[in-house]
T-cell receptor, first 111, second 116 residues
Framework: GENVEQHPSTLSVQEGDSAVIKCTYS??????FPWYKQELGKRPQLIID?????GEKKDQRIAVTLNKTAKHFSLHITETQPEDSAVYFC??????????FGTGTSLTVIP | SAVISQKPSRDICQRGTSLTIQCQVD?????MFWYRQQPGQSLTLIAT?????????ESGFVIDKFPISRPNLTFSTLTVSNMSPEDSSIYLC?????????????FGSGTQLSVL
């Protein structure tokens, strides 16, 4: 199956700074890459996703980039706020198949 | 998004017993999955729940331990059988909603299981 690696495992930033989380995947057939945010005690929530035919996608303060050749994708959060503090998971999937998740990044935004 | 109801939300069980977790989706979905999430850890895929046929299990998970039912396109159950303390974890149901060529994955609220 697919193997998704995620770095860093923990990340602390000052409020207003940017945060970047990186993931790599192993299966070149994967074509869909979502990102989830999980607050303590809650379910993972889809925050942004990107398909393999797109190199970058942006939604307000969050953006995702994809490099298919290198098989890596990244989440960028700008102007971070304390409410961005959570665990973030990347995932990879291919059409009609399972989703495999990275190991998670615990983001702390320091006020 | 999809509305996914999962129950029970938590349970404390004795070693050797079994627990069945139910997952109900608000509309028909093609794909349903069961994940396990241990404290502070990532989401590990247990199996794909296939409608009308046997579930597809990931390496390390077997049907005798985690039997799964999927009688229709909106409902699935996961049973954790002959439980031991190592089975203590959060179990998450998820469903895929098609959008274009891919499915968007949504999660139930999870079942926090503690085995004594």
């Amino acid at each position: 199956g697919e193997n998704v690696e995620q770095h860093p495992s923990t990340l602390s930033v000052q409020e207003g700074d940017s945060a970047v989380i990186k993931c790599t995947y192993s299966d070149s057939a994967s074509n869909y890459f979502p990102w989830y945010k999980q607050e303590l005690g809650k379910r993972p929530q889809l925050i942004i996703d990107i398909r393999s035919n797109v190199g970058e996608k942006k939604d307000q303060r969050i953006a995702v980039t994809l490099n298919k050749t290198a098989k890596h994708f990244s989440l960028h959060i700008t102007e971070t706020q304390p409410e961005d503090s959570a665990v973030y998971f990347c995932a990879a999937s291919k059409t009609g198949n399972q989703f495999y998740f990275g190991t998670g990044t615990s983001l702390t935004v320091i006020p | 998004s999809a509305v996914i109801s999962q129950k029970p939300s938590r349970d404390i069980c004795q070693r050797g017993t079994s627990l069945t977790i139910q997952c109900q989706v608000d509309s028909q979905v093609t794909m349903m999955f069961w994940y396990r999430q241990q404290p502070g850890q990532s989401l590990t895929l247990i199996a794909t729940a296939n409608q009308g046929s046997e579930a597809t299990y990931e390496s390390g998970f077997v049907i005798d331990k985690f039997p799964i039912s999927r009688p229709n396109l909106t409902f699935s159950t996961l049973t954790v059988s002959n439980m031991s303390p190592e089975d203590s974890s959060i179990y998450l149901c998820s469903a895929g909603r098609p959008e274009g060529l891919n499915e968007k994955l949504f999660f139930g609220s999870g079942t926090q299981l503690s085995v004594l």
